[in-house]
């Protein structure tokens, strides 16, 4: 397990680095267009080939990778932070608690994909490539946090309960000090393996959304709308390199799903 | 037989009490997201050239002034008392006949689908718990592991290229989400000092996995039942959409294309109401369980 993590990361920094400075590897932007060689085969000048439009599949796979690996941890990194406010407030405030579970009762009602459906059907529609993928992404830090309320909850009344916080209410620590420099240190390796848990869900509920147009749109690559050229399936079986960006996916997702570590 | 029934009647009306506490703050969260959402007061026919500048404004205006959410809540709670769910501008037919004629499709691929994936995690689980070694442990788990990498769209692609349903898609959703939640149950429960004593005093291993793994393990079983309900909903927007089956997923995919907000709360409230019950149920069962057991 722990040489499957060893490789989980370092596959992870290999394909952050190379989407953090694409332009190491591929002289094409994501949307630059070669117009005399459209449909190309992977060669040398094109890695991956090229597209319908003429564009490198390659350097849009990088490019497709960095919106990804840059938006979802931000999108995680948000929701871990409200799910732990929420979760400290749902174990400190006892009065507050059944009405912030019943909240999260409320959000997890309906799944997310349905609610991103909502509020994605009414976008401006002048809305360009770079703010629609910005807001996707805020929305899946704004409504996917629900689920991690109930374990933050949980480790902060283990933290309420240990001996050294009766000690020092005792000692009369307020309650503030108590949130600020006893609990929150002691909910990091939660937050972590929350956060990670978070990050492989929102790569995936990208995925599925751009996969159905729906999700980051044209000319902006990401690994969902690369994945769209796989819904036509003769022209996968002539082209196999088509399945890159599904590969990518998996090995992206996989690792982050390695790193995922265990909390009692 | 009269207690029985007694009791049968109060859990349905916990049910009943929970689900209608649950639905009418789903809808007004809906209604405050599609208040709020940034492209509220816009209109398809905005971007209609032969409109004047006068007309798109006024458009907006007339949009602009139903962005409080409580009055959307209240007109749409209003209308769904009396049977009326609005008007699709997409399709040109009632919400209600939509739903009606859409939701069969669903509900049963959602049965199906979750019912085999949580039947098949139980099953390959109790294997792996039953008869423990490595090669039945890692090729189930690398199975698990690697269905949970996929995303439901690519395998709902794979079941039209393998001549499968959309069932059978959102099980395997189903069985790569629990498999691993259940494995880690069953371990749980057969890493207890009892269980282990148990053991060592040579208590058979089927014995042992019926009376104190797999039986103490009964309600979070439950849970996690519910729980892929809520999955295979979660699925059925993708599914359905890929392998072009005509039930609430795909129609909530085609309102949001066409921008209907009729029907997307109408899919919203059916699917959170669906999901509510499930949940409801599962923790009154869980409940009942826990005092049999006590």
């Known amino acids: 397990m722990r040489i499957l993590r060893r490789f989980a990361i370092g596959f992870l920094l290999v394909v952050s680095l190379s989407s953090v400075a694409p332009q190491i590897f591929t002289p094409s932007s994501y949307d630059t267009q070669h117009r005399r060689q459209p449909n190309e085969a992977p060669g040398p000048t094109f890695l991956l080939g090229t597209d319908d439009l003429g564009r490198d599949r390659f350097a849009r796979l990088l490019y497709g990778a960095r919106t990804s690996l840059l938006l979802a941890p931000a999108a995680a990194l948000l929701a871990t932070a409200i799910a732990a406010i929420a979760g400290v407030v749902a174990a400190s405030i006892t009065e507050l608690q059944r009405p912030l579970f019943y909240a999260v009762d409320v959000i997890i009602s309906t799944p997310l994909l349905f609610l991103l459906l909502v509020v994605r059907a009414l976008l401006p529609l002048d809305t360009s490539a770079i703010i629609s993928v910005s807001i996707l992404f805020a929305l899946l830090g704004l409504l996917g946090w629900a689920s991690g309320v109930r374990l933050f909850a949980a480790a902060t009344q283990r933290l309420a309960d240990s001996d050294f916080t009766i000690q020092a209410q005792a000692s009369g620590c307020p309650p503030s000090r108590l949130i600020l420099m006893q609990f929150l240190p002691g909910l990091i390796p939660t937050m972590f393996a929350q956060f990670c848990v978070f990050v492989p869900g929102f790569v995936m509920a990208e995925a599925n959304l751009s996969m159905l147009g729906l999700g980051v749109s044209e000319p902006l690559p990401s690994l969902g709308n690369l994945m769209s050229d796989l819904l036509n399936y003769s022209a996968v079986l002539e082209q196999p390199w088509l399945l890159a960006p599904a590969i990518l996916l998996f090995g992206i997702t996989g690792s982050l799903h390695l790193l995922v570590p265990k909390v009692d | ?294």
């Open chain 2, 1 to 294: 037989m009269l207690i029985l029934a007694h009791n049968a009647i109060k859990a349905i009306g916990r049910i009943a009490f929970r689900v209608g506490m649950r639905l009418p703050m789903v809808l007004f969260l809906t209604s405050v997201l599609v208040c709020i959402a940034p492209g509220f007061d816009s209109d398809e026919r905005q971007i209609d050239a032969r409109l004047s500048t006068e007309s798109i404004q006024s458009l907006r205006q007339l949009r602009a002034q139903n962005r409080n959410p409580l009055t959307a809540f209240i007109q749409f709670v209003g209308g769904a008392v009396q049977g009326d769910l609005g008007y699709s501008s997409t399709f040109n037919r009632p919400v209600w006949e939509l739903l009606s004629e859409r939701y069969p499709a669903t509900f049963r691929a959602v049965g199906v689908g979750a019912f085999t994936g949580w039947a098949v995690a139980v099953l390959l689980a109790s294997c792996v718990t039953l008869f423990p070694g490595f090669a039945l442990r890692g090729s189930s788990t690398s199975i698990a592991g690697l269905l949970l990498c996929v995303p439901s769209a690519l395998l709902g692609f794979m079941a039209i290229v393998l001549q499968s349903s959309v069932a059978s898609a959102m099980s395997c959703v189903v069985f790569s989400r629990l498999f691993l939640q259940m494995n880690t149950l069953f371990d749980k429960a057969s890493a207890q000092p009892h269980v282990m004593a148990a053991e060592a005093m040579g208590l058979t291993r089927r014995a042992l996995f019926r009376w104190h793994i797999a039986g103490p393990s009964t309600p979070q079983m439950i849970v996690l039942g519910a729980s892929s309900i809520s999955i295979a909903l979660g699925a059925a927007v993708p599914l359905e959409v890929i392998c072009d089956s005509p039930g609430l997923g795909q129609l909530a995919w085609k309102a949001t294309l066409g921008r209907d907000l009729s029907v997307l709360l109408g899919v919203t409230l059916i699917i959170a109401a669906l999901n509510s019950v499930a949940a409801a149920t599962t923790d009154i069962a869980n409940k009942v369980l826990r005092e049999q057991a006590s």
